[in-house]
């Protein structure tokens, strides 16, 4: 029984010893030897043939790598050092395997699929696979381009950003102080064409910059941005509903977009940007590594153009480049930039006041809201030239920000009708109004607003009089405020009280003359008494 077990083995691994294996064995393979693993015991150990393992470790050699120069190529890069050239036996794998790449790229377009594919597959090669073969030899060519999972992107749907881990740095000229700098890496999903950019940090002011920048250079907008769980990003992780930064939601909501964090120690959640990560290291970070830069913008300027290259290099499977693939299928597929750039806006909170304003301590200064909301707790977001006042998640003021500091910016529909005398009301517009009608009238209520009452009831009375004028005329007015001047009354009730009665249009002469006594032969008159 042992001899024929040996033999079954032996013969499965002579079986194996003419075929490839996955690039994963590979990796092991090779991980094993770099360990000190003999060729009989990795052999045994991963149930391939001695010869297979021989060959593999020989071309390891003959390329001259280290074990941790090949952990840093990727599946695509270590696939095309140990892959075998050999024509495939059946024509119709052959066919097939030249048509995938096609496949791929088409599945990632809306409403296209694989049977859809197949039947273009057998038009063009009516002796072909059929749609179960197609299927299988498919799923197998995908798993060799992503061995872990192969996960086909929508066009338009995603968007990975990241950071690298390693960073760049750049000199201050007048301290010769090398500073570090972040990182920025995104990534398309379908197209995979890829951004990068250096900023100061990671902080929200910088992350939201580049999230800009990275949608200004796609000139389009993903259905969904998916980012780590930097603080910047996620306020608190959650494996179902993690809680967007506001800063974040902000951008999010004025994109149109949504934000779809990964789940916090699944890097799979983002293979494709870790996977651009390291890329990134090989083809930017490398040849950048003996320059020196003094400012950002320099350092940015280095890394576009070596960016430049890696988008307009040819993948290796799809033998397209990352740029012309999202020329065909994606940049139609990117919803509309707003005609306005995103300005990244700053929160703050506080509680509306008694007289319907709110607080902005950065500025020092006081913003008016709905005097519904007097006492509420509200939250402030504001730009450069803007500031939004919510209460919960509704927004209900928008003013134009002022920088003048112990200020008040106040709109008048915001505060109650019983204050709205003081802020729109003074004494010099109340006399200004009253001098178009008359200097008596001026003279009246000059004499109104000098009377030790409170202001507001000044205003009112003085409204009052002065609105007389659409009713009666303004000659009328300014008799009547004459007469009460005469009379020294300054209120709103004897001027009524005067046009009411007409005194305002009985003239003091008429008065004497109806006054005169008249003639009459029992009146004895003055010289009477002489």
């Not at 994963?24 to 010869?51: A, C, D, F, T, V």
């Not at 597959?121 to 299988?136: L, R």
């Not at 390291?278 to 490398?286: G, L, M, P, S, T």
């Not at 507001?456 to 009666?472: D, F, M, R």
């Amino acid at each position: 029984m042992v001899f024929k077990t040996y033999q079954k083995v032996s013969l499965a691994k002579n079986k194996m010893a003419n075929h490839k294996i996955d690039m994963l064995q590979i990796k092991q393979l090779l991980r094993l030897h770099s360990n000190g693993e003999s060729k009989l015991s990795i052999s045994n150990r991963l149930g391939l043939s001695r010869n297979t393992v021989r060959k593999y470790i020989g071309l390891f050699h003959a390329y001259q790598l280290t074990f941790d120069e090949l952990s840093d190529l990727s599946i695509e890069e270590v696939e095309d050092l140990f892959e075998t050239r050999e024509l495939l036996p059946d024509s119709r794998e052959s066919v097939a395997k030249n048509f995938f790449p096609y496949v791929s790229k088409e599945l990632k377009k809306t409403g296209v699929t694989r049977y859809l594919l197949w039947q273009e597959y057998k038009e063009k090669y009516p002796e072909g696979y059929s749609y179960a073969q197609f299927c299988h030899h498919y799923r197998s060519w995908s798993l060799r381009i992503t061995p872990s999972y192969h996960m086909e992107h929508k066009v338009g749907d995603k968007m990975f950003v990241d950071y690298t881990g390693k960073k760049l740095s750049i000199i201050d000229r007048n301290t010769g102080e090398i500073q570090e700098v972040e990182v920025f890496v995104s990534i398309l999903g379908s197209s995979r064409l890829t951004y990068v950019e250096a900023s100061l940090s990671q902080k929200k002011g910088d992350f939201i910059a580049s999230l800009v920048n990275t949608l200004v250079f796609y000139a389009g907008v993903p259905a969904a941005i998916v980012p780590d769980n930097l603080k910047s990003a996620v306020k608190k992780s959650h494996r179902y509903e993690p809680e967007i930064a506001d800063s974040l939601q902000d951008f999010a909501l004025y994109h149109n977009t949504t934000i779809l964090p990964a789940r916090a120690y699944h890097p799979k959640d983002k293979a494709l940007v870790e996977n651009a990560v390291k890329i990134v290291y090989r083809r930017i970070f490398a040849p950048l590594r003996n320059k020196q830069f003094f400012d950002l913008k320099s350092l940015n300027e280095a890394i576009f153009e070596l960016l430049e290259i890696h988008n307009n290099q040819p993948l290796k499977k799809e033998k397209i480049s990352r740029r012309a693939l999202f020329e065909e299928i994606e940049r139609s597929e990117l919803m509309p930039l707003p005609e306005i750039r995103y300005q990244p806006k700053d929160f703050s909170r506080g509680t509306v006041q008694k007289n319907s304003h709110v607080y902005l301590g950065k500025d020092k200064h006081y913003y008016s809201v709905p005097f519904a909301y007097i006492g509420k707790k509200v939250q402030l977001m504001y730009s450069q030239n803007v500031v939004e006042i919510y209460h919960k998640e509704r927004r209900i003021a928008f003013h134009e920000r002022i920088y003048a500091k112990h200020s008040y910016t106040t709109k008048k529909e915001h505060i109650p009708s019983s204050y709205q005398y003081l802020s729109e009301w003074n004494p010099n517009k109340f006399i200004s109004w009253a001098r178009t009608i008359g200097e008596h009238t001026e003279h009246y209520i000059a004499k109104v607003l000098e009377k030790k009452q409170h202001p507001e009831q000044s205003y009112k009375s003085c409204t009052g009089i002065l609105s007389l004028a659409k009713k009666v005329g303004e000659i009328r007015l300014e008799n009547a405020c004459k007469r009460a001047a005469d009379y020294g009354k300054y209120n709103y009730k004897s001027i009524l009280d005067i046009i009411n009665k007409g005194l305002d249009q009985f003239h003091e002469d008429d008065f004497y003359q109806e006054n005169k006594l008249p003639k009459h032969r029992n009146i004895r008159g003055g010289k009477y008494y002489e």
